[in-house]
């Protein structure tokens, strides 16, 4: 029988331990960022891991997800953890339980969470606000640092390195564009083009930040709302749906102001040699054409296989522990 004499007069939280957070690729350092893609693309050579054998990582999607959602989750279970999934309505967030409250909750029994809320990535903050679970950002109003991390970890798959890339984006501006500025940035050498609608450009934020880092790492970003002198020979050639997930656009003629944004065939006079890259899903006809999309300079399809790769490198990254502290 146990008796009042026998409970322990205080209880205390068990000890954290060490896990990282990546909300923005801002979270990481250069030298993380380097590791993370090479990593990538190790896994993707045929590396194997069981970093996350007796872990369990939640995955929360409110907006829908065909890659990333299934990479994350083939991910957890080929470093060895177990996987639970929220839907939309799942949580009690719904119900107005507090963002902070929520990420504290579940930090007592997930290890990990990877999220796609479409939201202000300030919610994911809240959640991080603990040192038992770590926070991955599948994709946020602002910015989507995974699809990056894929992006880059295709590019080094293609040309062995990163560094003096050559890339064009063709589009709005969009969390996928947001987060490859952040990211492209860091590497020297590289030149990354941004032909974007008026009034659909980088946030004025994001780009101040791209563009500081591009002055410290020797790369250049360049961001221009016309077609007119676009570069040559460049390595890649870029672009996204026009229609970003969970957003709308306030202007209804906002296609009309797209239309010149197009990637055809007509594009690779300039840079024959290129590589077509998209995040998916596309819309043939719109934003690029079925000839593009489904012709030979395209690898759409590997880069969208990458985002297995990238989010294995990703889970392995949270879970690991830097030399000289406990993991």
């Not at 880092?213 to 016309?226: I, N, P, S, T, W």
Request: charged fraction near 20%; aromatic fraction near 6%.
């Amino acid at each position: 029988m146990t008796t009042a004499s026998s409970i322990p007069a205080t209880v205390t939280e068990p000890p954290a331990r060490h896990v990282r957070h990546l909300v923005s690729i801002r979270d990481l350092t250069d030298d993380d960022l380097y590791s993370i893609v090479a990593r990538g693309a190790r896994f993707a050579a045929g590396e194997t891991a069981d970093s996350l054998a007796g872990r369990v990582v939640g995955t929360y999607f409110v907006k829908t997800s065909t890659r990333t959602r299934t990479a994350f989750t083939v991910a957890a279970l080929r470093l060895g953890a177990k996987t639970i999934q929220y839907g939309p309505g799942d949580l009690q967030v719904n119900t107005g339980e507090s963002s902070a409250d929520t990420g504290r909750v579940l930090s007592g029994m997930l290890d990990v969470l990877v999220a796609r809320t479409a939201a202000d990535p300030a919610e994911m903050r809240d959640w991080s606000r603990q040192h038992r679970m770590a926070v991955i950002n599948a994709m946020s109003a602002e910015e989507h640092p995974t699809q990056a991390l894929a992006d880059l970890t295709t590019l080094l798959r293609r040309f062995g390195r990163i560094e003096r890339l050559r890339l064009l984006y063709l589009g709005e501006a969009n969390n996928t564009a947001t987060a490859l500025a952040l990211a492209m940035t860091r590497f020297p050498g590289v030149e990354l083009e941004l032909r974007t609608p008026a009034g659909y450009g980088l946030p004025a934020g994001i780009a101040a930040v791209a563009q500081a880092q591009a002055r410290r790492c020797g790369a250049h970003l360049v961001e221009r709302h016309d077609m007119s002198g676009l570069p040559g020979d460049v390595d890649a050639i870029y672009t996204t749906r026009w229609q970003t997930t969970g957003t709308s656009k306030p202007d209804p003629d906002w296609r009309a102001h797209f239309a010149p944004f197009q990637v055809d065939r007509e594009l690779w006079r300039r840079s024959p040699h290129a590589v077509f890259l998209h995040d998916l899903p596309a819309h043939r006809g719109e934003e690029v054409t079925a000839e593009v999309l489904d012709g030979p300079a395209s690898i759409a399809f590997q880069q969208a296989e990458n985002k297995l790769y990238s989010a294995m490198a990703v889970l392995d990254w949270c879970q690991a522990a830097p030399a000289g502290q406990p993991a």
